[in-house]
């Protein structure tokens, strides 16, 4: 990964997420060894030092990534080489883009980048061997999520760049890969019934929507429901027609008033066991080094109480509370010991791995054998099977050109959901509900909503609500702000720090105001990490102003960057 020549991070602002691996990309970058470009509505602290800085639209990477094939197709700097060898379908995607007409005029109006950068950034990349395109929530948190991903990875492959390291497309937060299990007799396990949605989001409409096969009775819940969840106001609406909620967390935070039963959570310190780093398929062990204080208990505790209670006390004994036995009971079958861990010099082992002579060996990058995760093996741009699975949805297997229902200009194409009946998502194999979109101009021709709204971290030392329960951590950041641009600010006579209201078709929210030249004049930013009882201030979570319905049909993520709100002074 660092020995790339060009870093692309669209959608991502590593140096906030990943502070540690961005220190080295800025010491090569010092050094003159790699050139970074940051696609990002607000220059964001990667963008702030980057070597380019390029302030799209919101929900319009879409666009961005249809226009560079298009400009590649059409100046034919694709990689003919690795395509006849390694790609299949690659005529009807160069049909099917010059069909759709995604051209440097098109894409620099639907964008708001200039024509020249566009152009620019689609040689550049296509004519630099070692570069490496990362996307992040930025790309995830909208209704064309898995669309906009698909087409970066397809930017990638008609240009080379997989097959070697110091290439491709990476989706930061893409999952880890499972290093064992529990065994469990057959017949014990009850019959499963089709998940209510990808995303737990989703899982609320059953409550309400009678097209839904059973209705959720019960949650039990980490993370923050009541500050990270979309339709703050709606979840607060359902959360008391529940049988049963149980929140599993380490603060006495807002969710602690909202849930029937409270689990205090241990650290990783006080619970020791497995931890995942998703970007790389790498997993950490964390020995225990303290007891938990009080009531707390790490969350197996709480797994294997349960278990024992509901007749599974002969599987789920108490030795599963210890982690170091729980790890080798689940992990010993692929190779994932405590003893396999501590072997290694930063107790990690990258997954999955494979045992050969009692040594551990670990995966090594991807692909470089040139043989993909694919019935043949190779990157599959179109084929039949790809279309019709992905036509179930309402969407094609070449990605065409949409954007948010909330954010969507008079005449853009955008998604309307068909809420009349529920299908089954072919890409969960089935096993969840979707709902199934069609693609529409957008037809409403005014927009009382005059700016578009988009969320993330604050900062590198905020990661969630928790973190605002940490004084050192808070005093980084102790105030919701919304940032906005100079020229916004000026003409609605708002100041830097005066406090704002910020509204949506959702609901309102104060902030203070950050008055910045760096963020589109259309564009405000609010961090998502604030909300209600906490020990240090009483700011009103900024998801009582986004959508729990625009979410990706495949994905199910939420469209939190895919809002419009408007501001004024308070």
């Not at 019934?193 to 990808?198: A, P, S, V, W, Y």
């Not at 797994?303 to 036995?325: Q, Y």
């Not at 009349?420 to 979109?437: D, E």
């Not at 950041?477 to 406090?499: V, W």
């Amino acid at each position: 990964f660092f020995n790339a020549d060009l870093y692309i991070f669209v959608g991502s602002n590593f140096a906030a997420t990943r502070p540690v691996a961005y220190s080295h990309l800025k010491e090569r970058k010092k050094l003159g060894k790699c050139t970074i470009c940051v696609i990002d509505p607000r220059k964001s602290k990667t963008a702030e030092e980057a070597d380019l800085w390029l302030p799209i639209k919101p929900g319009s990477d879409l666009a961005l990534a249809l226009c560079m094939i298009h400009t590649i197709i059409s100046t034919d700097l694709v990689d003919y080489e690795f395509i006849n060898a390694h790609t299949i379908g690659f005529e009807t995607l160069k049909t099917e883009i010059k069909e759709g007409e995604y051209t440097l005029d098109w894409g620099a109006k639907v964008t708001g980048l200039e024509k020249e950068s566009i152009r620019k950034l689609a040689f550049t990349y296509a004519k630099t061997r070692k570069a490496i395109i990362i996307g992040n929530s930025g790309l995830s948190h909208h209704t064309n999520a898995v669309q906009t991903h698909r087409a970066f990875y397809y930017l990638a492959a008609i240009t080379g760049h997989y097959g070697e390291k110091s290439m491709g497309y990476a989706c930061l937060n893409n999952g880890g890969t499972s290093t064992g299990s529990l065994a469990l007799p057959k017949e014990k396990i009850p019959e499963e019934k089709m998940e209510l949605c990808k995303n737990p989001v989703g899982w609320l409409d059953s409550i309400e929507n009678s097209n839904y096969p059973y209705r959720l009775q019960a949650l039990i819940s980490t993370g923050s429901p009541l500050t990270q969840w979309p339709d703050q106001a709606k979840l607060r609406r359902l959360m008391p027609k529940l049988k049963l909620s149980v929140y599993n967390g380490l603060t006495r935070n807002i969710n602690t008033h909202y849930f029937d039963y409270i689990l205090p959570a241990a650290t990783w310190i006080e619970s020791g066991g497995l931890a995942p780093v998703s970007d790389d398929s790498r997993f950490v062990w964390v020995p225990k080094l303290i007891e938990a204080p009080g009531m707390a208990k790490p969350d197996r505790w709480w797994w294997v109480e349960l278990a024992k209670r509901m007749g599974w006390g002969d599987i789920f004994k108490d030795t599963l509370k210890d982690p170091v036995k729980l790890q080798n009971i689940c992990g010993r079958a692929k190779g994932y010991t405590v003893e396999h861990f501590t072997a290694q010099k930063d107790n990690s082992l990258r997954a999955p791995v494979k045992i050969a002579n009692k040594t551990v060996k670990e995966r090594d990058t991807l692909f470089l054998d040139k043989r993909f995760s694919t019935n043949s093996k190779k990157i599959e741009l179109w084929t039949q099977e790809l279309e019709d699975k992905l036509s179930s949805y309402g969407l094609s297997a070449v990605p065409r050109y949409y954007t948010d229902p909330d954010i969507a200009q008079p005449g853009e194409p955008t998604i309307k959901y068909d809420t009349t009946r529920l299908i089954p998502s072919g890409f969960q194999k089935n096993k969840t509900y979707t709902n199934k979109v069609e693609l529409i101009k957008k037809d409403r021709s005014k927009n009382q909503y005059p700016f578009y709204l988009i969320t993330g971290r604050p900062s590198s030392a905020i990661m969630g609500h928790t973190s605002h329960w940490i004084k050192r951590l808070d005093k980084v950041c102790p105030d919701q702000f919304c940032t906005i641009h100079t020229e916004s600010a000026k003409k609605l006579g708002i100041k830097d720090k005066d406090m704002v209201s910020v509204r949506s078709v959702f609901g309102e929210i104060r902030a203070k105001a950050m008055v910045t030249s760096a963020v589109r004049e259309d564009t405000i930013f609010i961090p998502y990490s604030f909300g209600r009882n906490s020990p240090y201030h009483d700011w009103q979570s900024v998801n009582f102003l986004t959508s729990a319905q625009a979410r990706c049909p495949v994905s199910g993520q939420a469209a939190f960057k895919g809002m419009t709100a408007a501001v004024k002074k308070a």
